[in-house]
């Protein structure tokens, strides 16, 4: 079907325009072998597929502002009118007023592109890492909202706090060239 079709490549598109910006998002996700100056091997990450968004890194990190915070990954994302990561079902209103997004500090942005789809992208300063549209996302949606951690803020602890509470055990460690382990259209 012609319209299908149509639909498919728009997306497509949308999703490959998007896709620097998301690594950019997160900075360095290419060649970080480096971290804050030191030269270190190994550093702590979030499994996405495990992370059962329960709550713990927002609350957790040795800082006061967690170094987990929410990463979008564009490739995945449904540009949905209606997002569930964004939208809180109970009460629920099509309207961007606080009171009917999901997220406590308003970090979810929500910009019109064309009919029918919507935008969602992180301002990342006021992400507290609670994962609360991360179980909207894959509740209802695609899954595309997960958490990371962001290793500009991150201290690499020794033992990492979060991980030891983490009811997951989502937490690992990863090369440091290879810091990120995002989701993929494939792993969906
Ligand atoms: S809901 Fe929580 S994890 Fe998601 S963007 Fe807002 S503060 Fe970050
Ligand atoms: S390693 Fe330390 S700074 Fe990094 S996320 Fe874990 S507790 Fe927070
Ligand atoms: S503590 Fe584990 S399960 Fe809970 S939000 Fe963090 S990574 Fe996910």
Redesign the pocket.
């Known amino acids: 079907m012609p319209q299908r079709n149509d639909d498919v490549t728009r997306r497509r598109f949308l999703r490959d325009g998007l896709w620097g910006a998301c690594l950019a998002g997160i900075g360095g996700v290419a060649g970080f072998a480096a971290h804050k100056g030191q030269k270190v091997d190994w550093l702590w990450q979030i499994d996405p597929y495990k992370c059962t968004a329960c709550g713990n890194c ?1 609350t957790h990190c040795v800082l006061e502002e967690s170094a987990v ?2 990463t979008h990954v564009y490739g995945i994302c449904g540009y949905c009118e209606i997002c569930f ?1 964004f939208f809180d079902p109970e009460p629920f209103d099509i309207h961007e007023g606080a009171e009917n997004q ?7 942005l929500r910009k019109f592109v064309e009919e029918p789809y919507y935008e969602y992208t ?2 990342r300063p ?9 179980k909207g996302c894959n509740a209802f949606g695609n899954g595309s ?1 997960f ?1 990371q951690v962001h290793h500009d803020r991150c201290e690499n602890c020794n033992q990492c706090a979060i991980a030891a509470a983490c009811p997951a055990q989502a937490f690992r460690r990863v090369p440091a060239d290879q810091p990120y382990l995002l989701k993929s259209v494939d792993h969906v």
């Open positions: 927002a915070k929410c990561g999901m997220c406590p500090t308003g970090a979810i992180i301002d006021l992400c507290n890492g609670c994962g609360k549209c991360v909202l958490l």
